[in-house]
């Protein structure tokens, strides 16, 4: 026998939640997994150690059934013998907002910690490609390496260890799976098996290991770990193969430690891996179930810059809130980002599920957000209100002054009425021309309507009218109350720039004009250049499943705009002008065999565009009332000028992209599947020029493509029936999931809505995309409140400002600490350009600390009166402070 390697087994499994089975239907295996592991690592010596996943969601599973398993469970952990952490669940990577994958982990290596031990690596195991955010994350949780393996390649690593570059100045040690997370699921129970295993895995892995530290992955997907293990590496010693039992901290530093003896110069490799030479990363699965996408970007906006921050003003006023109640929902926010569910690569029954969880979010999140405004009418003085008076409450969960309109919604006793701030000024507002739909459960009466109302608006007693008003008046990261004084009238009207003109409208930064074919023509008077075929709706057939979009045979684009649309002026005031675009069309009824089919059915299309007073963006609302199987619709915006790269918003800054992937490896070499340029974006993406700023800015939708250097495109909509499919066009071979039919994704006979708009700009104006997009996806929280005490109550102000944040960074999280009475906000300077002396203020009595992310203090912040400094942010990077 040849020279041999060291060789290291890492025992292991990969734990779908839910993927082919719900999450009850895999607890059942769940349980006979860990009671088995269990008495593996209790009663077997030479069973070193095991490696859960590097996560702990599947283990609060498995205790709900078993909670008396914790203790046992717990010394294994001490004893380091239990590997879990640092994840909660095993995330994707890149459709969930920072804020969502640092809770994640947070929370994640906080509970294996309070059982013993949280493994000090990141884990990446099955991921469908890498975030170049991921060894930043990583490095602020405190992780001293990671193992990945989707959408790396051999041409860009060399060897499997390298250093990964994240944001700022981070470089953490990295290691590549070699051939996969699951290549070795377990060892046969014959040991000649074993040695011809051997020998046909070491050559393949020599060659990925320079310093002979080779790794085999003993495990998989649900793979139960083999009773014989142990046996055969003992077996596999005395036959003068070099091996051991590990883990991967302990892999990590041995493999570091040889590296550096033979002095190693590691590659360095920075920026988002998205190869599909080893394995498939699935362009597709960003745009599938795009209902869902659409309410989990919502909702983890709403927790972290709605919820959190409300709970946070209320607090600093005596309130309270348990972060653990918070942190139950952060959790079913988690459980939705799981890989395969926020994918939506799965069976029908999985998508039901993660459709309840968006119920008990929406349920959730409204009485969150409810109870803070409970909170002020029981304890703001309301002493000097006359009985013809009620409250409107508004909070601004932003550190900074708004200049937008909030929505409120109400349902009042009379429909003359005068809103005034304490001291009698008058607060102009808009009514609105059309009544926006609200949902009908309780939970909803509690919080934005009063449920006992509702049913006097159908017997024509009281009315439901909704209105805008100008927020500039609101202070930051606060509220104010306004009086609604009933049976008064005013002559006081809100004023704006907007003027509307022949099917168009303009204000002091805009000109639109909707042309015959629905297309906008838009001039930024900022800078006197005009844009054509703004908003070009494109239909087109989907051969693909629930991982891929894969072109049909022979299929021709639609221009949806080649039917004229109905046009009608829905809105029209100096503060907004509403227009609503109607286009009903013919397309192809379903794919049959790679073809789009004869048979047309209808496809009606609504968007609503809106220019508002003293604002850089133009808004749509779309909505698609889908009727046709197989197929995608997309709307797509020409810049004026052209550029080989975008850029877009990704969680902790921008992330520049090629129009075009030119180094991939083909199918004909090799390739798992054709990487499509289909990306995924935050919040914004824009051509990498530096010329004018025209950018798409999303409230939902977050899949995009350039065509040509020039047009923008946003997938609205990705109809698909099945959960895999074999012999796609740009992925030939086996199908991904079970070759069996998922009806929900087709979206059939679904009404599917998605919110953006378009930001025009100077070249300078980076910033102010950013905050528009900020401002965009957090808009103010109303409430009408008529069944208040009239009392003075706790004496409470009707106004309150708790923080202010310096302009050029933006609020990542404000939170009650994870553990004591602290607050913790976090900042975030997703510029390109370092800044110096962040300003944020606070109260003059506060104590602030810098903090880790895992929020452990490690150096004051002079608070001078109310202000505190902080001497500089690297580009794309965030700080946590402690306010004590």
């Known amino acids: 026998m040849s020279h041999l390697n060291n060789i290291h087994f890492i025992p292991h499994v990969h734990w779908d939640r839910e993927w082919l089975r719900s999450t009850d239907a895999s607890r059942i295996k769940l349980c006979y997994y860990f009671d088995r592991l269990i008495d593996m690592l209790e009663n077997d010596p030479q069973m070193k150690c095991f490696t859960f996943d590097g996560q702990t969601a599947a283990l609060e599973d498995y205790l709900a059934i078993k909670p008396f398993q914790k203790e046992r469970i717990a010394r294994l952990v001490k004893a380091q013998k239990l590997f879990i952490g640092p994840w909660y669940v095993q995330p994707d990577m890149i459709i969930p907002s920072g804020e969502a ?9 906080q509970y294996a910690k309070s059982l013993g031990h949280c493994m000090q690596v990141g884990w990446v195991p099955d991921a469908f490609g890498q975030n170049k955010v991921t060894p930043y994350l990583f490095k602020q949780i405190g992780m001293k390496g990671i193992f990945a393996w989707r959408g790396f390649d051999y041409d860009t690593l060399e060897d499997s260890l390298f250093l990964w570059k994240g944001n700022g100045d981070t470089v953490l040690p990295s290691v590549h799976f070699a051939l996969g997370y699951g290549h070795y699921r377990g060892f046969p129970e014959n040991y000649e098996d074993v040695k011809k295993d051997m020998e046909n895995f070491l050559p ?9 530290e080779i790794l085999f992955m003993l495990g998989s997907d649900y793979a139960f770990p ?58 597709g699965i960003t745009s599938t179930r795009i209902d869902i996408k659409n309410a989990m970007r919502y909702y983890e906006t709403l927790m972290a810059k709605v919820v959190e921050p409300m709970i946070s003003i209320t607090r600093s006023l005596g309130g309270y809130c348990d972060q653990e109640l918070v942190n139950y929902f952060w959790k079913i926010i988690f459980k939705n980002q799981f890989h395969d569910s926020i994918y939506s690569s799965s069976p029908d029954s999985i998508n039901h599920t993660v459709e309840n969880r968006l119920l008990n979010l929406r349920h959730g999140l409204n009485e969150l957000i409810w109870m803070n405004f409970r909170f002020l009418a029981e304890k703001v003085d309301l002493s000097e209100l006359q009985d013809n008076e009620d409250i409107l409450v508004l909070f601004n969960t932003l550190p900074y002054a708004r200049q937008d309109y909030a929505f409120v919604s109400m349902i009042v006793k009379d429909k003359d009425f005068v809103l005034k701030r304490q001291d ?8 609105m021309n059309e009544i926006k739909e609200t949902c009908h459960d309780i939970e909803y009466y509690n919080g934005m309507e009063n449920f006992h109302d509702s049913g006097e608006v159908l017997e024509g007693t009281k009315f439901k009218i909704q209105l805008k008003i ?47 074919d629905g297309t906008l023509t838009v001039t930024n008077q900022l800078t006197g250049e005009t844009y054509h075929r703004l908003h070009t709706l494109v239909e087109k057939g989907d051969d693909g499943d629930e991982y891929n979009y894969s072109p049909c045979i022979d299929d021709k684009e639609i221009r949806i705009n080649d039917t004229k649309p109905t046009v009608e002026l829905i809105e029209a005031s100096s503060i907004e002008a509403k227009y609503r675009l109607t286009f009903n069309v013919k397309v192809p009824e379903k794919v049959v065999n790679h073809h789009r089919s004869d048979e047309k059915v209808a496809l009606c299309i609504v968007t609503d565009i809106s220019l508002k007073a003293n604002s850089q963006t133009i808004d749509f609302e779309t909505t698609i009332d889908n009727h046709s199987c197989d197929h995608i619709v997309r709307v797509t915006f020409d810049d004026i000028y052209t550029s080989h790269q975008n850029c877009s918003q990704d969680q902790f800054g921008t992330i520049i992209r090629d129009n075009v992937i030119t ?34 800015i999303s409230r939902g939708p977050l899949e995009y493509e350039v065509e040509d250097n020039q047009k923008i495109c946003l997938t609205l909509l990705r109809s698909v029936g099945k959960f895999g499919k074999a012999d796609l066009l740009i992925r030939p071979g086996r199908s991904s999931g079970y070759r069996m039919d998922t009806p929900s994704s087709q979206l059939l006979d679904k009404k599917i809505t998605s919110e953006y708009s378009l930001f025009f700009g100077e070249s300078h104006q980076m910033s102010m995309l950013v905050r528009n997009a900020e401002v ?13 005490s009239r009392q003075q109550n706790q004496n409470l102000a009707w106004r309150y400002e708790n923080i202010d944040l310096d302009s050029r960074v933006e609020l990542m999280a404000y939170k009650k600490a994870e553990s004591g009475q602290a607050s913790v ?34 150096e004051e912040l002079i608070n001078k009166d109310g202000k505190i400094c902080i001497k500089s942010m690297m580009s794309n990077t965030f700080i946590t402070v402690i306010i004590e």
């Open 204 to 212: 393949k892995l020599k060659e990925r290991y320079k310093d002979g």
């Open 424 to 431: 009698g000024t008058i607060v102009p507002y808009q009514l």
């Open 470 to 516: 100008d927020t500039s008046f609101l202070p930051a990261m606060g509220y104010e109350i306004l009086k609604v004084c009933f049976k008064e009238k005013t002559e006081k009207t809100l004023q704006g720039d907007v003027v509307i003109t022949d099917c168009g409208a303009k204000n002091k930064y805009l000109s639109m004009n909707i042309e015959e």
């Open 663 to 696: 180094n991939q490896k083909g199918l004909d070499n090799g390739a798992t599947e054709f990487v499509l340029p289909i990306y995924a974006m935050q919040r914004f993406v824009k051509l990498n020029h530096d010329k004018s700023i025209m950018a798409m």
């Open 101 to 109: 994958l640092l809770r994640n982990l947070i929370i994640g290596s």
């Open 226 to 283: 083999r009773r014989h293990s142990s046996q055969m590496i003992e077996k596999l010693k005395n036959d003068q193969y070099p091996c051991q039992m590990t883990n991967p901290e302990e892999y990590l530093d041995t493999i570091l430690k040889t590296a550096k003896q033979n002095n190693h110069e590691l590659t360095v490799y920075e920026g988002e891996a998205r190869s599909a030479a080893l394995g498939r990363i699935h362009a």
């Open 825 to 858: 906000i976090r900042i975030l300077n997703n510029r390109n350009e370092d800044i110096e002396n962040v300003i944020l203020s606070i109260d003059a009595d506060k104590k602030c600390y810098l903090a880790t992310a895992q929020e452990e203090k490690q």
């Open 776 to 788: 965009l996806n957090t808009p103010v929280q109303s409430r009408y409140l008529n069944d208040i």
